[in-house]
Nanobody, 115 residues
Framework: QVQLVESGGGLVQPGGSLRLSCAVSRNILSLNAVAWHRQAPEKERELVALIFKRGGTKYSDSVKDRFTISRDDARNTVYLQMNNLKLEDTAVYYC?????????WGQGTEVTVSL
């Protein structure tokens, strides 16, 4: 079993920045990948960014060049640095981990981008 605990959400103005953190309850290098998803009101959950075990990353087109996923292996923590936030980035952001077909989700942290 893997527990994921997100933090760092909040209210920010357009153009601002936030950094989300996902604390993982086990050695993140033992997982196939860790990712951030988000779900906006009345929309389906979507993948935002993913980091593979070997360090490769993947981003959705909507956040590419604005968001950066990274990890601190010593702290078993994955981060999502979000810059130049837009109104449409408003959503609940979920940390996700996958390991040989087993999937794990955090409880989510809310990000609101508003004037």
């Amino acid at each position: 079993q893997v527990q994921l605990v997100e933090s760092g959400g909040g209210l920010v103005q357009p153009g601002g920045s936030l950094r989300l953190s996902c604390a993982v309850s086990r050695n993140i290098l033992s997982l196939n990948a860790v990712a951030w998803h988000r779900q906006a009101p009345e929309k389906e959950r979507e993948l935002v960014a993913l980091i593979f075990k070997r360090g490769g990353t993947k981003y959705s087109d909507s956040v590419k060049d604005r968001f950066t996923i990274s990890r601190d292996d010593a702290r078993n923590t994955v981060y999502l640095q979000m810059n130049n936030l837009k109104l449409e980035d408003t959503a609940v952001y979920y940390c996700y981990a996958v390991n040989w077909g087993s999937e794990y989700w955090g409880q989510g942290t809310e990000v609101t981008v508003s004037l």
